[in-house]
């Protein structure tokens, strides 16, 4: 036989049923190793039947009832299937507290975290929850029914927050690796920026020899042009000078 799991929700024995006939029967379920089930599959339990005079209808509207918030775990020994419902004794105030003590014994054990998220703890608590549902459906159906619709509305809670961050965890992987690539081409950018500035001072260090070249050969020319405008000035004036001397002796005899 495949033990099902441990949990805190309390079942009865377990039962062996036909295979054949449990197929048929419109009741049957795949393998369960947890009393949960998942929010979209949680079947509908029936609202609750008016108060039937027989003590015996109420107790197994009561259990079908109970059934139907949390059904019964099934799995396979060979070709034999075994079913095992939760229980339908009530509770006792020492059996409250005995979950009390199983579920701190149990937090120990599992080493769950007293605080921030932990699969572990959540898992546990969950299965009391489910334990409480239980003890309140066999002493009142219509509070079991109003606490199973709470726990599912947390269940879906819950669900949806997985999803947010799931998606929110896709989403950031997709930016780090935008980033990351963005990066390398950021890096690549920068190279041949760096490369075009080296080319750009080399370019600048040869215009600027040139201009020096250009600049000392026209400093040379002006001197050159300047010592010739000096000469010529000076060779003018000696021709002046010359020329006045002459021209003074011719005028002078006249006199």
């Known amino acids: 036989m495949i033990p099902p799991a441990d949990t805190l929700l309390k079942y009865d024995n377990p039962v062996l049923v036909n295979k054949s006939t449990d197929r048929k029967s419109p009741k049957g379920r795949p393998l369960k190793v947890s009393p949960q089930q998942p929010i979209d599959s949680t079947p509908v339990p ?55 003590e199983l579920l701190n014994t149990k937090l120990q054990q599992r080493q769950a975290k007293e605080t921030g998220i932990c699969p572990v ?9 489910d ?22 509305e947390i ?14 965890i896709a989403y950031g992987m997709r930016k780090a690796l935008q980033a ?26 040869e215009e600027k020899a040139k201009c020096e070249t250009v600049e000392k050969i026209e400093a040379e ?20 000078q010359q020329l006045k001397a002459q021209l003074e002796e011719i005028i002078a005899p006249k006199k």
Request: a neutral charge; aromatic letters at 6%.
């Open 46 to 100: 029936p609202p609750p039947k008016p108060k039937s005079a027989s003590a015996e209808a109420t107790k197994q509207e009561n259990e079908e009832l109970l059934n139907s918030i949390l059904p019964p775990r099934e799995w396979m020994e060979g070709n034999q299937l075994w079913v095992q419902k939760v229980s339908s004794t009530p509770c006792t105030r020492a059996d409250v507290l005995h979950l009390e």
């Open 121 to 129: 703890r959540r898992e546990l608590y969950s299965q009391c929850f």
């Open 131 to 152: 334990e409480l549902l239980r003890q309140v459906t066999i002493n009142c159906a219509e509070r079991g029914m109003l606490l199973w619709l709470v726990r599912d």
């Open 155 to 168: 269940q879906m809670t819950i669900a949806a927050y997985q999803t947010v961050y799931e998606s929110s």
């Open 180 to 205: 990351k690539k963005g990066e390398a081409d950021m890096k690549n950018r920068i190279l041949e920026l760096e490369n075009e500035k080296q080319e750009l001072k080399k370019a600048l260090n």
């Open 221 to 240: 020319k002006r001197q050159l042009e300047e010592k010739r405008h000096d000469d010529e000035i000076q060779f003018l004036k000696r021709t002046n």
